[in-house]
T-cell receptor
Framework: NAGVTQTPKFQVLKTGQSMTLQCAQDMNHNSMYWYRQDPGMGLRLIYY???????DKGEVPNGYNVSRLNKREFSLRLESAAPSQTSVYFCASSPMGGGNTIYFGEGSWLTVV | AQSVTQPDIHITVSEGASLELRCNYSYGATPYLFWYVQSPGQGLQLLLKYFSGDTLVQGIKGFEAEFKRSQSSFNLRKPSVHWSDAAEYFC???????????????FGKGTHLIIQP
């Protein structure tokens, strides 16, 4: 019953530090996504992967990198964290791309000080 | 580019009263449409979706939504709210095709629903 699993759930970073958010799904979905959620801004797409081996930029990709390690896993890396990257990050997956239903993880709360 | 507008940032409703949350979208054709709900500290859960066919769709927890093409709207309704319905509600649109850079859903900024006793 796991669905989409993200780690860590909470993280505090200092400005300039790097970290990787991990995400795995067990639903055999082809597409995976990383969104960030900020107060009053809704969810904004950072990067997505339509299939294993491919990644594409979303609306707000600057300062992030991603890796689609295999069909199950899609990681998000902050190379040099900035306070503007303080946010809640959601990983999600979908059986197919386009506008199909997306299933979300429970979120990772990141604070950059 | 597609966009979603949820005009109401906050809505307060008495328990037992009816609810309507508004959603308007901008898209070149008829998109796929969704409503998600987010409880505090949680991820987003799908309430309902419209892909095609009947413009009145039923979802979980007693929610329904009506797609009105002429108004580019997809409003969410519930006849009688419960205190447990207090949450953040997001409307989203997605393309009816994949590839060519079209992937993922575009979300509105959300409506915070407060239930008063």
């Amino acid at each position: 019953n796991a669905g989409v699993t993200q780690t860590p759930k909470f993280q505090v970073l200092k400005t300039g530090q790097s970290m990787t958010l991990q995400c795995a799904q067990d639903m055999n979905h082809n597409s995976m996504y990383w969104y960030r959620q900020d107060p009053g801004m809704g969810l904004r797409l950072i990067y997505y992967s339509a299939s294993e081996g491919t990644t594409d930029k979303g609306e707000v990709p600057n300062g992030y990198n991603v890796s689609r390690l295999n069909k199950r896993e899609f990681s998000l890396r902050l190379e040099s964290a900035a306070p503007s990257q303080t946010s809640v990050y959601f990983c999600a997956s979908s059986p197919m791309g386009g506008g199909n239903t997306i299933y979300f993880g429970e979120g990772s709360w990141l604070t950059v000080v | 580019a597609q966009s979603v507008t949820q005009p109401d940032i906050h809505i307060t409703v008495s328990e037992g009263a009816s609810l309507e949350l508004r959603c308007n979208y901008s898209y070149g054709a008829t998109p796929y449409l969704f409503w998600y709900v987010q409880s505090p500290g949680q991820g987003l859960q799908l309430l309902l979706k419209y892909f095609s066919g009947d413009t009145l769709v039923q979802g979980i927890k007693g929610f329904e939504a009506e797609f009105k093409r002429s108004q580019s709207s997809f409003n969410l309704r519930k006849p009688s709210v419960h205190w447990s319905d207090a949450a953040e509600y997001f409307c989203a649109v997605g393309p009816t095709y994949s590839g060519g850079g079209a992937d993922g859903l575009t979300f509105g900024k959300g409506t915070h629903l407060i239930i008063q006793p």
